[in-house]
């Protein structure tokens, strides 16, 4: 069951309503805007599509400037805005917390860290020097126990769409998750994870909010709502989406019929009228 409770942190707040907290991830200023438009009032960043913009690979810690650049642009805009830093772009603690101190101060509110099956201690002190560093930052512990594959690859799956199997792991996730929250995360994110008596179970044992990666596979988001879960990311989907739009209107155009589908038009790309 989500506890319900108000503090001076709206982004915190957000964690803590009656209904589960739907970030949405945009990759630069035309889509984190449109997000906005739509009502979101908070916006994560995605990793995935800040690498692949600049033809980097994603979880390699290759795209601290282009993050930090996108913070920069988005940080000053009507929405609470938390960013997707990868494993933090460092091995060592206090790079970490400079960087989580340079998120705050171009506007950031939320940050992102995952632990890629490494080590534990290295990844609760990264979580403390964050807290230290920008106390005012809302730290979402990211654990890989369900996302990674045996020997921490990523695999040939799409992210975002594996499906954990409500066993394997859970030992390993809850140990983890504890010693992340007990260092000050404000929240814990287990994506991969679908399986629903297992995401009840976390629920269960962990005193601060789970966060759970939507998958087209798993829990609806008023199911995941009803398990007890407080934040819904939807991380490189959308992306992964538009890509998919993209190459099936290539592919129309190319064989002669009228693409479908929704197209903005060019004046709403452009859009700069603020958000209210």
């Not at 692949?52 to 795209?63: E, F, I, K, M, R």
């Not at 805009?77 to 400079?98: I, Y």
């Not at 020097?129 to 930052?137: D, I, N, R």
Request: proline letters at 5%; a negative charge; aromatic letters at 6%.
């Amino acid at each position: 069951m989500r506890v319900l409770r108000a503090s001076s942190n709206p982004f915190a707040d957000l964690h803590h309503a009656d209904t589960p907290l739907l970030l949405p991830n945009a990759w630069d200023h035309a889509t984190a805007m449109a997000m906005a438009r739509k009502g979101f009032r908070a916006i994560g960043t995605t990793s995935l599509a800040v690498a692949a913009a600049v033809g980097l690979p994603d979880g390699a810690s290759a795209t601290r400037d282009e993050t930090l650049r996108l913070a920069l642009i988005l940080g000053s805009q009507p929405f609470l805005l938390s960013v997707d830093a990868e494993s933090g772009f460092s091995e060592d603690p206090d790079e970490v917390g400079e960087f989580a101190r340079q998120l705050e101060a171009v506007g950031a509110v939320g940050i992102n860290l995952e632990d890629a099956l490494g080590s534990v201690d290295r990844h609760a002190a990264k979580i403390a020097a964050v807290k230290a560093a920008a106390p005012g930052l809302f730290v979402n512990a990211r654990t890989d126990t369900y996302w990674l594959g045996e020997r921490g690859e990523r695999g040939s799956l799409a992210r975002g769409e594996r499906g954990g199997n409500g066993e394997r792991g859970v030992a390993e996730t809850l140990s983890r998750l504890d010693a992340y929250q007990q260092a000050g995360a404000d929240a814990v994110f287990v994506p991969g994870l679908t399986d629903a008596r297992a995401i009840a179970a976390l629920v269960a044992r962990l005193d601060v909010p789970l966060n759970i990666l939507y998958s087209p596979a798993g829990p609806t988001v008023p199911q995941l709502g009803d398990l007890g879960v407080s934040r819904i990311s939807l991380g490189s989907f959308l992306y992964r989406r538009a890509m998919g739009a993209a190459l099936d209107a290539l592919d129309e155009i190319r064989a002669g019929h009228r693409p479908g589908g929704r197209t903005p038009a060019y004046e709403d790309i452009g859009h700069t009228e603020k958000v209210r």
